[in-house]
């Protein structure tokens, strides 16, 4: 900030306005060890909008085996409230990776919402009426990416579509997270399975290269598999003729082993982080791995730091268009000051050489 405050004048700037905004609120420790990530404002102004900031709380999002249906119930006769809660729910899944199966689930469902649907919706704001507060907590550790994936085979009832996913860590912290309904059907679990392992190895490839770039040295990354079958065909080229309709796949991931770029692991399904990605769980495992998320309440030492630094508005504070437009209108007039700067530089420039010539 103040390398900004150098080229720009952001003295009137009230970035707490901003960060509002923004909706995700960062406390870091004195020494900038630990970061924790919520957004503790805009999960309870949603509770307020939805008028659920009375309902009783549950402890899981998504019943234990529960997958939604374009059939499971009459349509809504008017779509337009569930498809606003539900793109407002999208944004919390930034610092709520817990939330990313259910939401992804409700989404599918946008042109046409029925009421069991509509239920989905309510029980994910029940759960987070429970713990609106939870957030993700960042804390140094080891320079090395480990990734985790999991496939959930033909797990849409009416297109028969398996369920992708991922979640990448850095030194115990996840940074990237997705869940997705693959675009094609597959002809087996392995299959899935193995699509699946090429596209976080494609990921995983992409945030090692990136790493490179800013000069940060990583040991090779580990990713982690509970599919036999697929961590086999990376290493044993005699499988190779039984998928040859992955061959693209294949090679690309088993260039990758062979160059030691990475090590693909066998890992229990018991131990299996992704999980919480694909399907409803038990409220005791849900809870299991929401906690290897790093998703907890903030820790004492960061709201005592927090009380050290200004602190973002009252939840009734209402944050105006006017003061963002204002913002914006100063940080625009600096750029063109800085570029109408740059351009006369520039002539004076063309006139000295044209001089010398």
Same mark, same amino acid.
């Given at each position: #900030?103040?390398?900004?405050?150098? !080229?720009?004048?952001?003295?009137?700037?009230?970035?707490?306005?901003i960060q509002e905004k923004i909706a995700i609120h960062c406390q870091h420790s004195s020494s900038y060890s630990?970061?924790?990530?919520?957004?503790?404002?805009?999960?309870?102004?949603?509770?307020?909008?939805?008028?659920?900031?009375?309902?009783?709380? @549950?402890?899981? *999002?998504?019943?234990?085996?529960?997958?939604?249906?374009?059939?499971?119930?009459?349509?809504?006769?008017?779509?337009? #409230?569930?498809?606003?809660?539900?793109?407002? @729910?999208?944004?919390?899944?930034?610092?709520?990776?817990?939330?990313?199966?259910? %939401?992804?689930? %409700?989404?599918?469902? #946008?042109?046409?919402?029925?009421?069991?649907?509509? #239920?989905?919706?309510?029980?994910?704001?029940?759960?987070?009426?429970?713990?609106?507060?939870?957030?993700?907590?960042?804390?140094?550790?080891?320079?090395?990416?480990?990734?985790?994936?999991?496939?959930?085979?033909?797990?849409?009832?009416?297109?028969?579509?398996?369920?992708?996913?991922?979640?990448?860590?850095?030194?115990?912290?996840?940074?990237?997270?997705?869940?997705?309904? *693959?675009?094609?059907? !597959?002809?087996?679990?392995?299959?899935?399975?193995?699509?699946?392992?090429?596209?976080?190895?494609?990921?995983?490839?992409?945030?090692? !290269?990136?790493?490179?770039?800013?000069?940060?040295?990583? @040991?090779?990354?580990?990713?982690?598999?509970?599919?036999?079958?697929?961590?086999?065909?990376?290493?044993?080229?005699?499988?190779?003729?039984?998928?040859?309709?992955?061959?693209?796949?294949?090679?690309?991931?088993?260039?990758?082993?062979?160059?030691?770029?990475?090590?693909?692991?066998?890992?229990?399904?018991?131990?299996? %982080?992704?999980?919480?990605?694909?399907?409803?769980?038990?409220?005791?495992?849900?809870?299991?791995?929401?906690?290897?998320?790093?998703?907890?309440?903030?820790p004492i030492s960061l709201r005592v730091c927090d009380r050290k630094i200004k602190s973002l508005p009252d939840?009734?504070?209402?944050?105006?268009?006017?003061?963002?437009?204002? %913002?914006?209108?100063?940080?625009?007039?600096?750029?063109?000051?800085?570029?109408?700067?740059?351009?006369?530089?520039?002539?004076?420039?063309?006139?000295s050489r044209s001089t010398s010539q």
């Amino acid at each position: #900030m103040s390398s900004l405050s150098c !080229s720009w004048d952001l003295s009137g700037c009230n970035f707490s306005l901003i960060q509002e905004k923004i909706a995700i609120h960062c406390q870091h420790s004195s020494s900038y060890s630990d970061l924790y990530l919520s957004q503790t404002i805009y999960i309870t102004k949603l509770l307020l909008r939805t008028q659920f900031q009375d309902a009783k709380s @549950i402890n899981s *999002h998504v019943p234990a085996g529960r997958k939604l249906s374009l059939y499971d119930a009459d349509p809504l006769p008017d779509a337009s #409230m569930y498809r606003s809660i539900v793109g407002a @729910i999208q944004y919390i899944t930034f610092t709520r990776a817990d939330l990313s199966f259910a %939401v992804n689930q %409700v989404c599918q469902f #946008m042109h046409q919402p029925s009421s069991s649907h509509w #239920m989905a919706v309510k029980r994910i704001l029940c759960y987070l009426k429970k713990i609106p507060t939870h957030g993700l907590l960042y804390k140094p550790g080891a320079l090395s990416l480990q990734g985790f994936l999991d496939a959930d085979y033909d797990s849409d009832p009416d297109d028969r579509h398996s369920t992708d996913c991922y979640c990448i860590y850095l030194g115990g912290c996840p940074i990237p997270w997705s869940t997705k309904k *693959h675009r094609t059907i !597959s002809r087996s679990g392995t299959e899935a399975e193995y699509r699946q392992l090429a596209y976080t190895v494609t990921e995983i490839s992409w945030l090692h !290269s990136l790493f490179r770039d800013l000069h940060i040295s990583l @040991i090779t990354p580990i990713i982690c598999c509970d599919n036999i079958s697929s961590i086999s065909f990376t290493s044993n080229p005699i499988f190779h003729s039984k998928i040859k309709h992955l061959e693209i796949d294949y090679h690309y991931v088993r260039d990758k082993v062979v160059r030691r770029e990475l090590h693909i692991r066998y890992i229990h399904t018991a131990d299996q %982080v992704a999980d919480i990605f694909t399907k409803g769980l038990s409220s005791a495992r849900f809870a299991l791995l929401s906690a290897k998320l790093t998703l907890r309440e903030c820790p004492i030492s960061l709201r005592v730091c927090d009380r050290k630094i200004k602190s973002l508005p009252d939840s009734s504070t209402k944050v105006t268009s006017d003061q963002i437009h204002l %913002v914006v209108s100063r940080l625009n007039n600096n750029n063109k000051i800085r570029s109408s700067r740059s351009e006369s530089q520039k002539e004076s420039i063309r006139a000295s050489r044209s001089t010398s010539q």
